[in-house]
């Protein structure tokens, strides 16, 4: 069965402290990782599509990097308006669908 | 930027009731699907749809639900006979390849 599993559950940072969300996956095949935000109550917002191991890609002030085995969503200098929910979420091949299957997500917290 | 949109944003019924959910893809999509989320639970697939017809679904999509496309711009979502359970957010999302773009949400609050 594929599974996502996301760490922390929920990561505290003072403004300007940067660190790193992780996100490790079990899958028969990648297709491709996903790296969405979640601001409570709202549908998740779409940062970036990763699809092979050594593939980086960067907006502002978060880079999202890819292995066979994991991803990482850097976070640097961040600020309060970064505070959101961060999900990651795989597509598997040999599903007709395009289906996404989701981690439980990263609670971030930025304080001024 | 076009966004895919959701009516209504907040649905309050009474269990055992129908209801139906629409969505607006954005508009050179090809994929379009159900997600739901159950407060403070993860974002879970429910349903992908492809060429006007039902592509993949997930255990959770049972005889109790149903997905149309009506016309050329809406997608709907139709639950029958609902139980305190299907409280969610219910999104809809579209992509044209991979992924998705998701909308705001409906939250069904089933009393």
């Known amino acids: ?112 | 930027e076009p966004e895919v949109t959701q009516t209504p944003s907040h649905q309050v019924t009474q269990m055992g009731q129908e209801v139906i959910l629409r969505c607006v893809p954005i508009s050179n999509h090809l994929y379009f699907y159900w997600y739901r989320q159950i407060l403070g639970q993860k974002v879970e697939f429910l349903v992908s749809f492809y060429n006007n017809e039902i592509s993949e679904k997930s255990e959770i999509f049972d005889d109790q639900f149903s997905v149309e496309r009506p016309d050329g711009s809406n997608f709907t979502l139709k639950i029958r006979s609902t139980k305190l359970e299907d409280s969610a957010m219910y999104f809809c999302a579209s992509s044209y390849l991979a992924g998705g773009s998701f909308g705001p949400g409906t939250r069904l609050l089933v009393l």
């Open chain 1, 1 to 112: 069965e594929d599974q996502v599993t996301q760490s922390p559950e929920a990561l505290r940072l003072q403004e300007g402290e940067s660190s790193s969300l992780n996100c490790s996956y079990t899958v028969s095949g990648l297709r491709g990782l996903f790296w969405y935000r979640q601001d409570p109550g709202k549908g998740p917002e779409f940062l970036f599509t990763l699809y092979s191991a050594g593939e980086e890609k960067e907006k502002e002030r978060l880079k999202a990097t890819l292995t066979k085995k994991e991803s990482f969503l850097h976070i640097t200098a961040p600020k309060p308006e970064d505070s959101a929910t961060y999900l990651c979420a795989v597509q598997v091949e040999g599903t007709s669908g395009s289906r996404l299957t989701f981690g439980e997500g990263t609670q971030l917290t930025v304080n001024p």
